[in-house]
Nanobody, 126 residues
Framework: QVQLVETGGGLVQAGGSLRLSCAASGRTFSNYAMGWFRQAPGKEREFVAAIERSGGSTYYAASVKGRFTISRDNAKNTLYLQMNSLKSDDTAVYYC???????????????????WGQGTQVTVSS
């Protein structure tokens, strides 16, 4: 089992920045590709960003590319999402997730992630 806990959400004005963190425990963090997803009210959960086990490769949804940066610190068992130039459309609950199987590659498919955090609310006011 992999346990994930997100922190760092909050209320921010449009154009502002936030950094989300996801603390992992239970299994060897560096063995798992990780991702960030979000879900806005009345909408389906959507892919935001993903990162390979080593952190060497990252992937982004078109809507956040150039504004958000995913990173990880395997020594600290922590995943990050730096969010800049925030827009009202970024308002959502943000979830971190770990691939169901270790040693698997990063992906944008939510169904391939087996471990999820409880989510953290990000609200961007215009």
């Amino acid at each position: 089992q992999v346990q994930l806990v997100e922190t760092g959400g909050g209320l921010v004005q449009a154009g502002g920045s936030l950094r989300l963190s996801c603390a992992a425990s239970g299994r060897t963090f560096s063995n798992y590709a990780m991702g960030w997803f979000r879900q806005a009210p009345g909408k389906e959960r959507e892919f935001v960003a993903a990162i390979e086990r080593s952190g060497g490769s990252t992937y982004y949804a078109a809507s956040v590319k150039g504004r958000f940066t995913i990173s990880r610190d395997n020594a600290k068992n922590t995943l990050y999402l730096q969010m800049n130039s925030l827009k009202s459309d970024d308002t959502a609950v943000y979830y971190c997730a770990a691939r169901r199987s270790p040693y698997s590659g990063a992906t944008s498919s939510a169904g391939l992630y087996g471990y999820w955090g409880q989510g953290t609310q990000v609200t961007v006011s215009s």
